[in-house]
């Protein structure tokens, strides 16, 4: 078959991870792991979506828990009350049905001791509120990070911790990834780059007896993929 430049390989779902000591790298750079000078950049639908306070107040937040990306938090206020503009109780004064309240629902309680831990810094309320938007954004991160999502050592479970449903995590996770700008690394001399941004579905290594010598990434129909590094696809 006529060679096909792997820059130009669109519709690859599972990437192939070629060695185990390039996948640790890769799985970490993908789900968020590193500090927070790594973060992901805002997408054309993220830019179209969040209110700019919102954002900036996302990033910022966010880059208080080393490993968290804002994309997170960010995803987290849009599933909850669509980033302050939903038109319910408990968003914007009173409680819902289950006590949560704010932009990003927290109960009485739990904003009262991620605060007590983790006091917002100057900007919002005094003391801190949970309607008001500053000090439920920075609450949240600090909530995340806890949670499991410092140095990206579990995002589900940090996001899981918000709201314990599995369909929740999910949703959060999709949003997330439809807020990141598509990378635009090209393929290194040395190292690898990262394929794109997902969840890992199935790791390296062994697996239901055998071993699978690749690195799965789930990630929405569309995300962009970028080459891990240079060269030709030789078969397919």
């Given at each position: 078959?006529?060679?096909?430049a792997v820059?130009?390989?669109?519709?690859?779902?599972?990437?192939?991870?070629?060695?185990?000591?390039?996948v640790?790298g890769?799985?970490?750079?993908v789900?968020?792991?590193?500090?927070?000078a790594?973060?992901s950049?805002?997408?054309?639908?993220?830019?179209a979506d969040?209110?700019?306070n919102?954002l900036?107040l996302y990033?910022q937040?966010?880059?208080?828990?080393?490993?968290?990306?804002w994309?997170?938090?960010?995803?987290?206020?849009?599933?909850?009350?669509?980033?302050?503009?939903l038109i319910?109780?408990?968003v914007?004064?009173?409680?819902n049905?289950?006590?949560?309240?704010?932009?990003m629902?927290?109960?009485?309680?739990?904003?009262?001791?991620v605060?007590?831990?983790?006091?917002?810094?100057?900007?919002?309320?005094?003391p801190p509120?949970?309607?008001?938007?500053?000090?439920a954004?920075?609450?949240?991160?600090?909530y995340?990070?806890?949670?499991g999502a410092?140095d990206g050592r579990?995002i589900?479970?940090?996001?899981?911790?918000?709201n314990?449903?599995?369909w929740?995590?999910?949703?959060v996770?999709?949003q997330?990834?439809?807020?990141?700008?598509?990378?635009?690394?090209a393929?290194?001399?040395s190292?690898?780059?990262?394929?794109?941004?997902g969840?890992?579905?199935?790791?390296?290594g062994?697996?239901?007896?055998?071993?699978?010598?690749?690195?799965?990434i789930a990630?929405?129909?569309?995300?962009?993929?970028v080459a891990?590094?240079?060269?030709?696809v030789?078969?397919?």
């Amino acid at each position: 078959m006529a060679k096909i430049a792997v820059t130009a390989i669109g519709a690859i779902i599972a990437l192939i991870a070629i060695i185990a000591a390039a996948v640790s790298g890769v799985v970490s750079a993908v789900l968020g792991g590193g500090d927070s000078a790594a973060s992901s950049q805002p997408s054309p639908a993220a830019l179209a979506d969040i209110p700019g306070n919102y954002l900036a107040l996302y990033q910022q937040a966010a880059a208080t828990c080393p490993g968290l990306d804002w994309s997170i938090v960010a995803a987290v206020g849009k599933v909850e009350t669509d980033h302050g503009r939903l038109i319910a109780p408990g968003v914007h004064n009173g409680e819902n049905f289950a006590g949560a309240a704010g932009p990003m629902q927290f109960l009485q309680p739990t904003f009262d001791s991620v605060v007590a831990q983790h006091p917002p810094p100057p900007g919002g309320s005094t003391p801190p509120s949970r309607y008001n938007p500053h000090d439920a954004i920075y609450t949240a991160a600090a909530y995340l990070c806890d949670s499991g999502a410092r140095d990206g050592r579990d995002i589900y479970a940090a996001i899981y911790a918000y709201n314990h449903a599995d369909w929740y995590v999910r949703k959060v996770l999709d949003q997330a990834n439809a807020y990141k700008a598509a990378q635009q690394s090209a393929p290194q001399q040395s190292g690898w780059a990262v394929p794109t941004r997902g969840t890992c579905s199935s790791g390296f290594g062994s697996r239901g007896g055998e071993f699978h010598r690749g690195q799965d990434i789930a990630a929405p129909i569309g995300t962009p993929i970028v080459a891990a590094a240079g060269g030709t696809v030789i078969d397919s």
